[in-house]
């Protein structure tokens, strides 16, 4: 097996450190020999600690794809446009199977690109681009494939999930995390990307493709990242036996589905509470085998090139399926749920002067929207600076609970903007 790799970076490093390490494992669990025969990256020159010698170099990572020598290409650049694309596109083209780690790629041009592969009867395969080191693609395709799938949901992102862990156990600083993120090779080349919800948008898009066998639709996914969560929201949840993590939830019901990325308050007994630093964690629940929970390292070089790799080996060994599991012109478009149809329970914390009457008002508010509070906290007594008031709500439709927000935060007594974090119900 002739192997081509476009981008040198953490994960491309990766992938051939371990067809260094692990050529005879690899070979003998195959049959096959593994060769990186043609690379491509941004510099040629850059000593990233691995030979590239007897290696064709290309400036242009489209030209793979052509190379005689190259019988499977690696695209592992990044991005869901430009090169990425080309590349993937031209390889398939050419009759020449891909692995990818792009998610945004895939959440983006996955339907079409598995239009393209199904075309030329060559594998489209991305273990890597769902929750990094776990075999989540695999086991949703292959695993799972005898079950009507109801719910998938989950801790998408590493950068995120290492971030508000630190937090909570260190009292850390968001920015100074990040960074620990990005130097650490988790993070996106545009951490943006991490932390504002996209990446695990763009993840949730490709999971819910494989559980629902629907069209890939990133542009319906609901996406609100972490950057608003505050220490204070931290304290507060875990007072109330919760933590926050960042998740992924994309759910079957009558109507269509929904799907959402939204930092979430889970009780702490939760099997998801407990996941912590760079570990993803997905739960999958199908009709005939219940629930089903996976975790592993969702980012960084090992575990991403574990999964490049995985599928490189399926691919060398035959083991070939449709890209989401489904042949294309079989899946079918369900409709989308808007996040103001979500009902469930509701962290509120509201920023107050604590004046006579203002707890009334507030009740009033929620009384004429029918919300009924769980528990009230109010912390901090000064007429003058502005005091936390923290409420838990029952169950409520997400549009009666935002019409009330919006009400509390034209009050006179009102300091800030009110903050709002959904309570998982797993
Ligand atoms: N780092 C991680 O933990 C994970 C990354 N991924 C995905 O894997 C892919 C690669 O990510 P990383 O290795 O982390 O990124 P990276 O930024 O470390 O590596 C990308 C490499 O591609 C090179 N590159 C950029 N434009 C190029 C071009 N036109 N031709 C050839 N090379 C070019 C860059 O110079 C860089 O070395 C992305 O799609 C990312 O979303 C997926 C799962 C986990
Ligand atoms: N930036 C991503 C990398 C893996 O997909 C993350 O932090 O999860
Ligand atoms: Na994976």
Redesign the pocket.
Known sequence: MRIGV?????????VLKIIEQHGKLLSDRTGRNFEVVAV????RTKDRGVSLDGMTW????VDLASDPNVDMVL?????SE???RDLCVAALEAGKPVV??????LAVHGTELARLAEKNNVPLAYE??VA?GIPIVKAMREGLAANAISRVYGILN?TCNYILTEMEETGGDFAAILKDAQDL?????DPSFDVDGV?AAHKLAILTSLAFGTPVDFDSVYIEGIREVSAQDIAFAQEFGYRIRLLGVARRTEQGIEQRVHPCMVRKDTAIANVSGVFNAVVAEGDFVDSTVYEGR????G??AS?VMADVVDIAAGRVSPTFGIPVDKMTDIPKIPVEEHVGCYYVRLSVFDRPGVIADISAVFRDEEISIESLLQRGRSPEEAVSVVLITHEVKEAALSRALEKIEAFDHSAARPRMIRIAKL
């Open positions: 476009a981008g040198l970076g953490t994960v491309g490093v990766g491509s990256g941004r510099s290309y400036d242009n990572a695209e592992l650049i990044g991005g430009g090169v990425a990818t780690a792009n998610k945004a790629l890597a681009a990094g590493g090779g988790y993070a996106e080349a990446d969702g980012a960084g070089e575990p991403t999964a």
